[in-house]
């Protein structure tokens, strides 16, 4: 019972995180993804509009990896193609990949721009913004396996209890309390148990004072049968032929009474060891 609780209150949890967790773990990733497109834009719009004022200055200068490398972050790679076609790349070019984001801006004068970011880099700050997520779920599956444990425990003790003292009755003891609950499923069986436990411990004393009353009905009148067989064959009146087949009987009504008390003394035995009362 216990393990089932527990395994049911785990599995809606798994399937409120599966509904819920894995949806926003997607939507914050493109919200990540989408921010970091929009930086690698804003750099190149940047970037451009400093090239074309350096273009149109009085000395425009010639634009070197030197002076676009200030210009970038340490994971994005710039490359700049001036009107004449000569290619200026600064930055780590090397590591572009297709997962990398870029963006492409022409040039005022002539030319074109590109700017790239690391593509590693941007799994990174989508792991980063999804990693709280990932530790809520986990911390919510820790929990709901604490409170499913507590809770199982907490539902499965009263039963556990009536197990007991259902035991307690079987080996005879009809007195043993039975506690209230406010399950009602367990306050049920407490009561079951405590209708039974007094029915069986009154059905136990009738046949108790059933068994006295047998024995003092049975061997009170075997005794006093006995003894006036005894007296009729010892009294002179009697025919000696007649005394002597009443003493004849005599041995016959000592082993009826005998009889009757490993009877009575048998089932008496018997019904202590149906109930439980030896051990």
Same mark, same amino acid.
């Given at each position: ?226 003894? *006036? @067989?005894?007296? #009729? $064959? ?8 007649? %005394?002597? &087949?009443? =003493? /004849?009987?005599?041995? *016959? @009504?000592?082993? #009826? $009474? ?8 048998? %089932?008496? &035995?018997? =019904? /202590?060891?149906?109930?439980? @009362?030896?051990?």
């Amino acid at each position: 019972m216990r393990e089932r609780l527990v395994a049911v209150l785990v599995g809606l949890t798994v399937a409120v995180i599966a509904l819920y967790g894995i949806p926003r773990a997607y939507f914050v990733g493109d919200l990540v993804r989408d921010s970091e497109v929009r930086s690698v834009e804003r750099s190149a719009d940047l970037i451009s509009q400093l090239l074309a004022e350096r273009q149109n200055s009085t000395a425009p200068g010639a634009v070197t990896e030197g002076s676009l490398e200030p210009l970038i972050g340490p994971d994005e790679a710039v490359e700049y193609v001036s009107p004449s076609g000569a290619t200026t790349v600064a930055g780590d070019s090397g590591s572009t990949g297709p997962s990398d984001l870029s963006a492409t801006r022409p040039l005022a004068g002539g030319g074109r721009l590109t700017v790239w970011r690391s593509g590693a880099v941007v799994e990174d700050r989508i792991s980063d913004a999804v990693l709280p997520l990932v530790l809520l779920g986990v911390g919510l599956l820790v929990a709901a396996a604490v409170v499913g444990a507590w809770l199982a425990r907490r539902l499965s003790r009263p039963f556990t209890e009536l197990a007991t003292v259902a035991e307690e009755i079987g080996r005879g003891r009809f007195d043993v309390e039975v506690p209230h609950y406010s399950v009602p499923e367990a306050e049920a069986i407490g009561d079951a148990l405590r209708r039974g436990g007094a029915q069986l411990d009154m059905l136990l004393q009738r046949e108790r004072d059933l068994a006295v009353n047998a024995s003092h009905e049975l061997r009170t009148p075997i005794a006093a049968l006995r003894l *006036e @067989l005894e007296d #009729l $064959s010892m009294w002179p009146e009697t025919p000696p032929a007649v %005394a002597d &087949e009443l =003493r /004849r009987y005599i041995p *016959e @009504l000592k082993r #009826l $009474s005998a009889a009757v008390t490993q009877y009575l003394d048998t %089932a008496r &035995e018997q =019904r /202590r060891s149906d109930v439980g @009362l030896d051990g």
